[in-house]
């Protein structure tokens, strides 16, 4: 099968197309044809040396963490999968024509939802439900999602507002407009220091922007509230 695999930190240059072995899949696992797949922040922080510390690498190997495709073969254990079902999930190795993931790591595509789409969708929507869950935030709480309109902000304000939290969403003042489509109850341009001035008091903050946005939002979370960054 075809690859495109990773030689050495750096550019695009370390990373080349080529022939690999076709992996074959365990007892609890998968082999799946890959149709879609995605570039991720993570996948070009490892790519640039930035995680090396923390995350050794050996080389060569193949990046990519979530996948749309199609399942060809099971292991024995992972028998709730059959030949020809379209999955997704999240991964690793996913540069490649063809991985092996584990059974419990997959869900089935839903109907309408092609595979270039749902090949994007699963670690942005794993991280954003992931926040909130972190975050913790009660029913009735205020809740501040900063970078709303992001994939991850999206699913933040989402989870958030099926658990009965009263959700801002925090953008740019140029994308109010376009932020009403999310069911927010309140959108706050964090851009704009007099609308942050504006905010009331705040139980969590669900952070997707980092850097001197936090710095202007602290003052606005309650004693005792919650902080969760992506």
């Not at 995350?55 to 193949?62: D, G, R, T, Y």
């Not at 399942?71 to 999955?87: H, L, P």
Request: proline residues 5%.
């Amino acid at each position: 099968m075809k690859a495109v695999q990773m030689y050495g930190y750096g550019g695009v240059d370390q990373l080349r197309y080529e022939d690999v072995p076709t992996p074959k899949p365990g007892p609890d696992e998968v082999l799946l044809q890959v149709a879609a797949t995605s570039v991720n922040p993570i996948d070009w922080k490892i790519r640039r040396g930035d995680l090396k510390d923390a995350m050794p690498l050996q080389f060569p190997l193949v990046l990519g963490r979530e996948v749309a495709g199609e399942i060809v073969e099971t292991g024995v254990n992972a028998s709730k999968w059959k030949r020809g079902q379209k999955v997704m999930g999240v991964v690793n190795r996913s540069y490649a024509e063809f991985l092996i993931a584990s059974s419990e790591d997959l869900a089935l595509i839903p109907e309408g939802l092609g595979m270039e789409q749902a090949g994007v969708l699963p670690l942005v929507t794993t991280t954003g439900a992931q926040l909130i869950e972190h975050v913790e935030p009660k029913r009735g709480d205020t809740l501040l999602v900063t970078g709303a309109l992001g994939s991850v902000g999206r699913t933040a304000v989402y989870v958030a507002k099926q658990q009965g939290v009263r959700v801002i969403a925090g953008v740019r003042a140029s994308q109010k407009k376009q932020a009403e489509c999310l069911g927010a109850d309140q959108i706050v341009a964090i851009d704009s220091d007099h609308e942050v001035d504006s905010l009331p008091q705040l139980d969590a903050i669900a952070d997707i922007v980092n850097h001197d946005v936090i710095g202007k939002l602290i003052p606005k979370l309650k004693r005792g509230g919650v902080l969760g960054s992506s």
